[in-house]
């Protein structure tokens, strides 16, 4: 095999193109599907290798499986180790980051770009006397800590303990599945929109470095962002969907992006304030509709399209984002 392959160095790249015909050549086709290794930035990277007579470029994907190359019908090895090679060091950052599923760290500081209704917010740290609630304006989030009088630095008294890792490639487990009591019961459903939007978390004090003061103060932006605008979503979906969900709740969970309880409770993962309107609304609308199907069966799907007729390619961006 890999003598065959290698007998194509010689003969650069052929284009798929033009090659309707089937030429001697092609009656020896490379297999398909490969499994393969690279010495990669000094680290021995198993790959799949995918040939497709429609590929024209060689294409790289990482992902919970690992390296994926997807290179034209007749690409020479050649072209693939210099593709491999050069992409060496991002292949091997990127695997690390699936491999150790740690968080990118959130540098707490002037300067940092945070994630907001899917847009990239500048961090502006202003120093002064007072603490202030953040501002957001433009592209930027201004918060406001209280120089050298630590403890003060939060809007309020109270500090609420809430992680916020940066979105991370690591999760390989984003879908919001509804886990429900296969006895669910579909009536238990009183109309209390907005009032549960209150999240009691465990809450403690962080110790007062600048960095850990405007971590605090950006999480408590973020929650009450995404108290105010998820309960005004569901608000409306519930209206257009005719339920009425017992209560909101956000939740921190680390694999699903919503829930919703057999007694009609929704909950909403707070790290969705991140994502683009469309995907906070794709989840509202779904965990909705489980007051309505408690599964995910063809009549769910359906009351899902009649609010949100692009839910499969939505759901599909979800996925393709990891919690
Ligand atoms: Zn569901």
């Excluded at 997807?70 to 491999?99: H, I, N």
């Excluded at 961090?123 to 501002?135: D, E, I, N, W, Y």
Aim: net charge positive; proline share 6%.
């Amino acid at each position: 095999m890999l003598k065959r392959l290698r007998n194509l160095v010689s003969s650069p790249a052929i284009p798929a193109r033009g090659m309707s015909g089937v030429s001697p050549l092609l009656r020896n086709d490379p297999p398909a599907v490969e499994q393969r290794a690279a010495l990669l930035a000094g680290k021995n990277v198993p790959y799949t290798l995918k040939r497709s007579s429609k590929r024209r470029s060689i294409g790289l994907r990482i992902d919970d499986r690992g390296l994926t190359v997807s290179v034209p019908l007749r690409a020479s090895e050649k072209w693939l180790y210099s593709v491999l090679q050069d992409k060496a060091y991002w292949v091997v950052e990127k695997l690390d980051g699936w491999q150790t599923r740690k968080p990118v760290a959130t540098r707490w500081a002037d300067g940092e770009m945070i994630h907001y209704l899917g847009e990239t917010l500048i961090l502006r740290v202003v120093p002064g006397l007072f603490a202030a609630t953040p501002v957001h304006r433009g592209g930027e989030l201004s918060v406001f800590i209280a120089n050298g009088h630590g403890s003060s630095a939060a809007p309020d008294d109270e500090t609420r303990h809430a992680r916020f890792p940066h979105p991370n490639p690591l999760d390989d487990t984003t879908s919001h599945s509804t886990k429900l009591p296969k006895a669910a019961a579909k009536s238990l459903v009183i109309p209390q929109v907005g009032e549960g939007a209150n999240v009691s978390l465990r809450e403690f004090h962080v110790s007062d470095g600048g960095a850990a003061q405007i971590e605090r103060v950006v999480t408590h932006w973020y929650r009450q962002e995404a108290e105010r605008l998820f309960a005004e979503r569901v608000a409306h979906y519930a209206s257009l969907l005719k339920v009425a969900p017992r209560a909101i709740r956000l939740s921190s969970a680390k694999t699903q992006w919503g829930c919703c309880t057999a007694r009609g409770t929704v909950r909403l993962n707070q790290q969705l304030i991140k994502l683009p309107l469309r995907l906070i609304d794709y989840v509202v609308v779904h965990e909705l509709a489980h007051l309505r199907e408690m599964n995910h069966s063809a009549a769910f799907w359906e009351v899902v399209g009649s609010i949100c007729p692009d839910y499969a390619r939505l759901r599909r961006e979800l996925k393709s984002i990891a919690l």
